[in-house]
Antibody, heavy 119, light 110 residues
Framework: QVQLQESGPGLVKPSQTLSLTCTVS??????????WSWIRQPAGKGLEWIGR???????NYNPSLKSRVTISVDTSKNQFSLKLSSVTAADTAVYYC???????????WGQGTMVTVSS | QSALTQPPSASGSPGQSVTISCTGT?????????VSWYQQHPGKAPKLMIY???KRPSGVPDRFSGSKSGNTASLTVSGLQAEDEADYYC??????????FGTGTKVTVL
């Protein structure tokens, strides 16, 4: 079955760009009508949707983060990526990648990766 | 947009039922039948339990059910079991290709 795995630096300096990759295994990222999302969760807090990408490259972003977020897809590597610029301590969180398989619901999640913003 | 409002906590004894509310606005919960619910155990990724207000993915016990009235959605867990103790989050499509999550509810099995 399809599995997702996040990867990337666990520590990012303030004002720099956070970069994460989600690798899709067990199926092609291009098959089916799926969107691929990034979602984050600060320690002890709730979930926040960051944005999503369709395999065509079409993207949608959370309006509150839109100016700092870029999501891209590399179908040849079966991966999609997140870039979040000008990070601050408020961006410290566990970052999840997820598939939108059910209509407007996130049916498959990666295990999450912790990113700390600190100098 | 603002997070959907959930009660911080809910509890019940084994075998009992617990219902969690998720209150939004006419721009999200009330405007679309795209409310989903997620179960999250400590240190784990969320798991989809309900989508499109009341549909259960394959493998989710029928003890879990969802409903919606106006701007408020609800998740009911019947026949509570120890393994149901977890955090639960609602989510709703909010229009304009945007999504919003709830504040989360910690369910305790007494």
């Amino acid at each position: 079955q399809v599995q997702l795995q996040e990867s990337g630096p666990g520590l990012v300096k303030p004002s720099q760009t956070l970069s994460l990759t989600c690798t899709v295994s067990g199926g092609s990222i291009s098959s089916g009508s799926y969107y691929w999302s990034w979602i984050r969760q600060p320690a002890g807090k709730g979930l926040e949707w960051i944005g999503r990408i369709y395999t065509s490259g079409s993207t949608n972003y959370n309006p509150s983060l839109k100016s700092r977020v870029t999501i891209s897809v590399d179908t040849s590597k079966n991966q999609f990526s997140l870039k979040l610029s000008s990070v601050t301590a408020a961006d410290t969180a566990v970052y999840y990648c997820a598939r939108t398989g059910a209509p407007h619901a996130f049916d498959i999640w990666g295990q999450g990766t912790m990113v700390t913003v600190s100098s | 947009q603002s997070a959907l409002t959930q009660p911080p906590s809910a509890s019940g004894s084994p075998g009992q039922s617990v219902t969690i509310s998720c209150t939004g606005t006419s721009s999200d919960v009330g405007g679309y039948n795209y409310v989903s619910w997620y179960q999250q155990h400590p240190g784990k990724a969320p798991k989809l339990m309900i989508y499109e207000v009341s549909k259960r993915p394959s493998g989710v016990p029928d003890r879990f059910s969802g409903s919606k009235s106006g701007n408020t959605a609800s998740l009911t867990v019947s026949g509570l079991q120890a393994e149901d103790e977890a955090d639960y989050y609602c989510s709703s499509y909010a229009g304009s290709n945007n999504f919003v999550f709830g504040t989360g509810t910690k369910v305790t099995v007494l």
